[in-house]
């Protein structure tokens, strides 16, 4: 009898072993981990999972060894040291009860891309996509893409997607504004690009932001209130804040970027200052989860609608792109400007090169240093009232201020002996007329014969300020502004 309780007991030992060995958790590496992927160079390059509590984990890249243990919750986190640009593929092995082997890992530059429908829009649909695509071939651009549209309630650890070679079979799909963003960064810097879209058609800006983002702006307590009370059973939806955040960015935190790019405000269309406050905590709260210094660069609305003649303006986007350009007092951020390529009968204008050509403009000179780039068009500086006129002085002015031309993806054109439009004059009385202005040096002169005193100067502040132009000769067209705070 006696032998055969041993028996049995040694029969139940070795049933519990043998579960226990099959419950036993393999490695594994966040979402934004897989082949043919890029890491950020030159930063901290945090590289993380989940295993079993305890359980040693070691990663190896190159010459570089780190080694862990798993937490008390199975996550483990190991961070890179000084990597340097490498356009040769290269082995990321990561070793605990299981080993793997990610092949053909790049190190270079990572930004991510994100916003709504315009920056969602894909290559294939931009303007000339078809042949756009077909000359995609940039084995040295990396593409990562989250799928689907979900949200949740709270930060969820994983999502799908994985890193693709940007070729014709995987950029046709991505993000137009973000291949052309990357592809003018991978050649003016000749090294590897690590693209990482997100995005969703529609969406508000709420959404996007982290919840911590909230607390950092005291205007949003309401907001962070709100948010505060999710539980896991909170029902969410595309326009919940934080809900989209929570489902499509927080798997990626806190993979090492080097910068953001931004497409988003049209469903936010009708705010003004409030829009300010909202990109404040994005800004933050991104920088707080992938790099401190992240660059951000965000695209103005273009025009959209039929023009109106009232000189006042004010109506449609007017104030969302007002609280775009308030928005650049955040330090190191940019505006890409875009009212010149616009269309007026549809939401989703098809010119994307321009809108990545001029994100480059922005990162290229103020994230990678190239003061030789003008990164923007005019910027409204400061006015000075001189008897009958105002006298306008700008930032960015570049080679020289002109009044331009711009038809597709043709480069602008000066206009020599052209006028400038859109430019609207009054005086206290608060009345409005358009006025004429005229180039003189680096200043714009406005006046008008209706307005014998002038305190203030608005120029393309409506929806669709058809016909404005001024440019500076590099070909990029000055913000929309307007001097008077009525």
């Not at 040769?88 to 299981?98: E, H, I, M, R």
């Not at 406050?277 to 790099?291: G, I, M, P, Q």
């Not at 951020?333 to 480059?360: C, F, S, W, Y």
């Amino acid at each position: 009898m006696f032998h055969r309780r041993q028996i049995f007991s040694l029969s139940i030992a070795m049933s519990l072993a043998l579960v226990a060995s099959s419950s036993h958790a393999e490695v594994k590496l966040a979402s934004i981990f897989s082949d043919s992927m890029v890491l950020q160079r030159e930063l901290p390059a945090p590289v993380w999972g989940w295993a079993d509590a305890g359980e040693e984990v070691t990663v190896t890249l190159g010459s570089q060894t780190k080694k862990t243990k798993a937490g008390d919750d199975g996550r483990w986190q190991v961070q890179l040291e000084n990597l340097q640009a490498n356009a040769t593929g290269q082995k990321l092995v990561v070793a605990g009860s299981n080993t793997i082997e990610l092949n053909d890992v790049l190190i270079g530059e990572v930004w991510i891309c994100s916003g709504q429908s315009n920056m969602e829009w894909p290559l294939s649909k931009a303007t000339n996509g078809s042949e756009e695509v077909a000359a995609s071939d940039h084995p040295q651009i990396r593409l990562f893409n989250v799928p689907g549209h979900t949200t949740s309630p709270v930060a969820k650890e994983t999502c799908a997607g994985e890193w693709k070679v940007c070729q014709p079979g995987s950029a046709g799909g991505f993000s137009a504004v973000g291949y052309f963003f990357g592809r003018r960064l991978q050649k003016e810097l000749n090294v590897p690009i690590g693209l990482v879209g997100t995005n969703w058609g529609g969406t508000r800006i709420e959404p996007w932001v982290s919840p911590e983002g909230f607390h950092k702006v005291p205007e949003l307590k309401s907001i962070a209130d709100q948010v505060d009370a999710y539980t896991a059973e909170t029902k969410v939806g595309a326009s919940s804040p934080s809900a989209i955040y929570n489902a499509m960015v927080h798997p990626l935190v806190p993979f090492s970027m080097r910068g953001a790019i931004w497409y988003q405000g049209e469903s936010n269309g009708a705010e003004g200052e409030s829009y300010y406050h909202k990109t404040r905590a994005l800004v933050s709260s991104w920088r707080e989860l992938f790099n401190p210094n992240l660059g951000f660069y965000w695209v103005q609305l273009a025009d959209f609608k039929q023009p109106t003649d009232d000189p006042a303006g004010g109506d449609g986007w007017a104030k969302l792109r007002e609280a775009q350009t308030k928005a650049l007092d955040i330090d190191h951020t940019g505006m890409a400007v875009i009212t010149d390529i616009g269309e007026a009968n549809d939401i989703h204008p098809k010119n994307k090169q321009d809108v990545g050509d001029r994100l480059a403009q922005w990162a290229l000179h103020q994230t990678y240093d190239k003061q030789q780039i003008v990164p923007a068009g005019p910027l409204f500086k400061s006015q000075k009232i001189e008897g009958d006129s105002i006298r306008l002085s700008f930032d960015y002015v570049g080679g020289g201020l002109i009044v331009g031309k711009k038809e597709g993806l043709a480069a602008t054109e000066e206009v020599k002996q052209g006028k400038l439009a859109r430019f609207a004059i009054a005086g206290a009385d608060k009345k409005w007329h358009w006025a004429d202005a005229t180039i003189d040096g680096d200043t714009v002169v406005v006046k008008s014969a209706e307005v014998a005193e002038p305190v203030a100067v608005r120029y393309a502040y409506s929806m669709n300020p058809e016909g404005a132009n001024l440019y500076n000769k590099e070909g990029i067209p000055a913000s929309p502004f307007r001097t008077d705070a009525w």
